[in-house]
């Protein structure tokens, strides 16, 4: 079931892995854990553009529209879902919430002014902007020649990961922790994508070691040098995994969280918020579960009937 166009349970595992990595640094189970967000733009990047590479190969073309449309069937119904419940009873936040469902929140956290339960979507903004333009540049790239693209997407998300280390070291934490810098990731795993590689059984451990590396040690505000090398590494770290993922991951109620990350993701920020504010005793487990209670809720209600209806092969790019 390997690919990137078959289902594979471990890669379900490896999205809980990085949902759960974030919710632990955000309820203060763990002292990191933001790369977490790194570890699913390497998976995210390897599994889209490997589906758009298939199609260009097959058709000569991309469908950027359907392409598009299958991506806002996938995102937008559960994100305007979850602003909605959060924002309807507190219009101080309509404002931000207005800029999750535009996909602009990266921007304005960048710019220090989202402060918000729903600063967390930042991620999925980066995301969908790269993804506005990313079927045309592997149209491009499939012409220009597969492996010759992977060394210029392995060379970009260097660069950028650089970029984004020297950012943080001098103090401008912001801007790399929230702008697309951070999605360097992304590249990293279109890379892949381009020039697919095989390695032992050993690389998905290894990799999974230097992504559990990340856990161990500050990522906060206040700690800019740490976050200068654990990008990089929980990137790398998701690289190895995808080229080699470990059974482990295959187990089941990690793959069923997995199923459900997105939601997870969404809805782990406010409820942890609220469970601190609260004094909640033992919050930070109790946040998470709750928020895996919202995630099954969106899933069963929202995101599956949106996933039911019927789809081209230009738009698989979110399974």
């Known amino acids: 079931m390997r690919g990137t166009s078959g289902h594979d349970p471990r890669l379900d595992g490896l999205r809980a892995v990085a949902a759960l990595m974030v919710a632990l640094y955000h309820t203060g189970l763990t002292p990191g854990g933001a790369s977490g967000v790194d570890v699913f733009f390497v998976l995210s990047g390897w599994l889209i553009t490997g589906l758009l590479i298939r199609e260009v190969e097959q058709t000569r073309s991309v469908r950027w529209r359907e392409f598009m449309v299958r991506r806002a069937r996938r995102l937008c ?3 305007v879902f979850f602003v909605v419940v959060w924002a309807a009873p507190w219009p101080a936040l309509w404002p931000e919430g207005v800029g999750a469902v535009l996909y602009l929140t990266d921007v304005r956290a960048a710019a220090g002014l989202d402060h918000t339960p729903f600063l967390h979507t930042w991620s999925l903004a980066v995301e969908w902007q790269f993804y506005l333009l990313w079927p045309f540049a592997v149209l491009a790239a499939v ?3 597969r492996a010759r693209a992977a060394i210029w997407l392995l060379a970009g998300w260097v660069i950028l990961s650089l970029v984004g280390a020297a ?3 001098s103090g401008h934490f912001y801007v790399p922790y929230f702008s697309p810098l951070r999605g360097a990731g ?5 890379a892949l994508a381009f020039r697919p590689i095989s390695a032992s059984n050993w690389a998905g451990w290894v990799g999974l070691t230097l992504i559990a590396t990340t856990l161990l040690v500050s990522s906060g505000v206040d700690l800019p040098a740490p976050c200068a ?7 790398l770290g998701a690289a190895l995994v995808v080229v080699s993922p470990p059974q482990l991951l295959a187990w089941k109620p990690l793959a069923a969280l997995g199923a459900i990350s997105y939601g997870f993701y969404l ?3 406010p409820i942890t918020i609220a469970a601190r504010s609260l004094d909640l005793p033992l919050y930070g487990p109790l946040s998470i579960i709750l928020a895996i209670g919202g995630a099954a809720i969106s899933w069963r209600y929202i995101e599956r009937p949106f996933r039911r209806r019927p789809i081209t092969l230009a738009a698989v790019a979110a399974e």
Do not use: K, V
């Open 77 to 79: 119904p559960a994100l």
């Open 143 to 145: 012409r220009y020649g």
């Open 167 to 169: 950012l943080f070291l």
């Open 186 to 190: 992304l590249l990293l795993g279109a």
């Open 229 to 235: 090398w654990q990008i990089p590494l929980a990137s």
């Open 267 to 269: 809805w782990h920020m």
